[in-house]
């Protein structure tokens, strides 16, 4: 069953951050980077319009790319903002804690109060909704970075703040250190998460993120593209440069799963991709899977998955093949 109505579209509680999410989340590593400036005023515009005002970026986005240094997507986001006007419309999620060059990584109370002054003068912002540990910094005290963290959020500078590609055990040693010391804990989990990477997630830390109220906001919804029925075969692998990253996916496990996508897809008139977006969507525990575009074309797309509910059937069909 599918609906791709234009109706209100449903707000999901981020953790006990205060923050409503739309159904899904756009991801920014793409602004200035495999979108330009103009592309990426585009897609924001025709985000905003269709309802789903979530950004997801980060400090460190793109700086693998030839002559970037970091912040680029931010800087786009920051223009675009600065030329719109609207900051309260939209919801803004950034990360600290990459490598940024020149000794700055991590999550010290010194880098990570720099390095929110950073974010916020080239988002062009006075504060970030959803301010993320990149990843964990075993070298760092959890004590020092959840007291820097707290800092921010007495200063204003940021409403609420989540973990970032965190095992259970230390997201749990985590919210056990905020308990203790007092402070805001964080309200939300960013991990690795799709139909094919399901175990990390869904053995240890699905079940601590519903226990504590946990928001959970995914990235590679698609698996780098292969959720979307792009790679079929070896011969497929040499369509895009990322086609080298999803061959680990190509064997029996993942044809079952592209043939349950397949089947899904034409008893509902969606794409492949949309189907294995709406399924992370029925998940109990997920807040918003992080998904990107580089196209008006393929933000329609995303934004039709987002619009889309899956009967119980085609879960547990979806449910089986992959596991």
């Known amino acids: 069953m599918t609906n791709l109505t234009n109706a209100t579209l449903p707000r999901r509680p981020l953790g006990n951050s205060g923050i409503d999410l739309p159904p899904l989340m756009f991801g920014g590593n793409v602004f200035g980077?495999?979108?330009?400036?103009?592309?990426?005023?585009?897609l924001l515009d025709a985000l905003l319009d269709a309802g789903f005002n979530a950004i997801d970026t980060a400090?460190?986005?793109?700086?693998?790319?030839?002559?970037?240094?970091?912040?680029?997507?931010?800087?786009?986001i920051g223009e675009w903002l600065a030329a719109r006007g609207g900051r309260e419309r939209v919801i803004i999620a950034t990360?600290?804690?990459?490598?940024?060059?020149?000794?700055?990584?991590?999550?010290?109370?010194?880098?990570?109060?720099?390095?929110?002054?950073?974010?916020?003068r080239r988002l062009q912002t006075d504060y970030i909704d959803l301010y993320q540990a990149h990843r964990d910094d075993e070298n760092t005290p959890l004590e020092e970075t959840l007291e820097a963290f707290a800092?921010?959020?007495?200063?204003?500078?940021?409403?609420?703040?989540?973990?970032?590609?965190?095992?259970?055990?230390?997201?749990?040693?985590?919210?056990?250190?905020?308990?203790?010391?007092?402070?805001?804990?964080?309200?939300s989990l960013q991990p690795h998460y799709n139909l094919v990477e399901?175990?990390?997630?869904?053995?240890?830390?699905?079940?601590?993120?519903?226990?504590?109220?946990?928001?959970?906001?995914?990235?590679?919804?698609?698996?780098?593209?292969?959720l979307t029925g792009k790679y079929r075969s070896e011969a497929d692998l040499a369509k895009s440069p990322r086609g080298a990253g999803v061959a680990k996916y190509l064997d029996e496990r993942g044809k079952r799963i592209l043939a349950a996508l397949d089947a899904a897809?034409?008893?509902?008139?969606?794409?492949?991709?949309?189907?294995?977006?709406?399924?992370?969507?029925?998940r109990p525990s997920v807040t918003a899977p992080i998904a990107s575009a580089t196209s008006i074309e393929q933000l329609h797309d995303l934004i039709g998955a987002a619009r889309l509910t899956l009967d119980a059937e085609t879960i547990t069909a979806l449910d089986h093949a992959s596991a």
């Open 33 to 42: 980077w495999t979108a330009d400036k103009a592309t990426s005023f585009a």
């Open 95 to 120: 990360k600290v804690g990459m490598d940024m060059g020149d000794g700055n990584v991590g999550l010290s109370r010194a880098w990570i109060t720099r390095a929110v002054d950073d974010s916020l």
């Open 59 to 76: 400090d460190v986005y793109s700086r693998w790319a030839p002559g970037h240094s970091g912040g680029e997507s931010e800087t786009v």
């Open 198 to 226: 399901r175990a990390i997630f869904e053995e240890a830390l699905e079940p601590l993120c519903r226990a504590e109220g946990i928001g959970v906001i995914n990235y590679f919804a698609l698996a780098a593209g292969f």
């Open 151 to 187: 800092s921010l959020i007495q200063a204003g500078k940021v409403r609420a703040i989540g973990a970032s590609n965190y095992s259970a055990p230390r997201l749990r040693e985590a919210l056990d250190v905020s308990a203790k010391l007092g402070v805001p804990r964080y309200e």
């Open 265 to 282: 897809a034409a008893a509902t008139g969606a794409t492949p991709g949309q189907i294995a977006i709406a399924w992370l969507i029925a």
